[in-house]
């Protein structure tokens, strides 16, 4: 079962700017991670906030949690070439990853 | 270095013969599972498993088999592959409530 939906599914700017990236899910959650993906390799994870969480930073990532709404963005700051990939959030319903379940995911583009 | 491996990478072959892709990791991971990925479907889960000889269904079992007869070891096998089931495999495993980490995929046709 496809739990996390996002959104848009595909996002081209320019080197520097800003990219937005948005998931909504349907069931409660005990963590939604972010995971990215380079052509046809292996997802990384990027990462993960929980439940009791609203906001979280690593690096150039700002990812923010609204579980009123069930939706989750992902924040890349000052964008590089390097970034394009796919973007993919998964949604944990129980803590133990047992019940994983991603979203499509959406496809970054950054030009340089 | 910390890893999940897989076995092969890339593979070609005939309807109704069995296969075999395998997965090991080397962080002492509870937890592993695989995946599918599709073009337009996301990744979706075959099966995973918690710990030595525990395994379940995922969202999409059928026409696949696993094992775990130890920690760092989880293959995944098709008895008999048909054209449905060319895709491309990720084998990923964590530590208990930890992030997920995934191997590098193989990338199976079958024909």
């Known amino acids: 079962s496809q739990q996390g939906e996002e959104d848009p599914q595909a996002l081209s700017i320019q080197e520097g700017e800003n990219a937005t990236m948005n998931c909504s899910y349907k069931?409660?959650?005990?963590?939604l991670q972010w995971y990215r993906q380079n052509s046809g390799r292996g997802l990384v994870h990027l990462i993960l906030?929980?439940?009791?969480?609203r906001e979280k930073h690593s690096g150039r990532l700002r990812v923010t949690l609204d579980t009123s709404k069930k939706s989750s963005s992902l924040l890349i700051t000052a964008s590089r070439a390097a970034d394009t990939a796919s973007y993919f959030c998964?949604?944990?319903?129980?803590?133990?990853?047992?019940?994983?379940?991603f979203g499509k995911g959406i496809t970054l583009s950054v030009r340089p | 270095e910390a890893q999940v491996t897989q076995n092969p990478r890339y593979l070609i072959t005939v309807t109704g013969k069995k296969l075999t892709v395998t997965c090991s990791q080397n962080?002492?991971?509870?937890?592993m599972s695989w995946y599918r990925q599709d073009p337009g479907l996301g990744l979706r889960q075959i099966y995973y498993?918690?710990?030595?000889?525990?395994?379940d269904k995922g969202d999409v079992p059928e026409g696949y088999k696993v094992s775990r007869k130890e920690k760092r070891n989880f293959p995944l096998i098709l008895e008999s592959p048909s054209p449905n089931q060319t895709s491309l495999y990720f084998c990923?495993?964590?530590?208990?409530?930890?992030?997920?980490?995934f191997g590098p995929g193989t990338r199976l046709t079958v024909l």
């Open positions: 990923a495993s964590s530590s208990h409530r930890a992030e997920l980490f």
């Open positions: 069931t409660s959650i005990n963590n």
């Open positions: 906030i929980r439940s009791n969480e």
């Open positions: 998964a949604t944990d319903p129980t803590g133990a990853n047992s019940k994983l379940t």
């Open positions: 962080m002492n991971h509870e937890y």
């Open positions: 498993s918690m710990n030595v000889e525990v395994t």
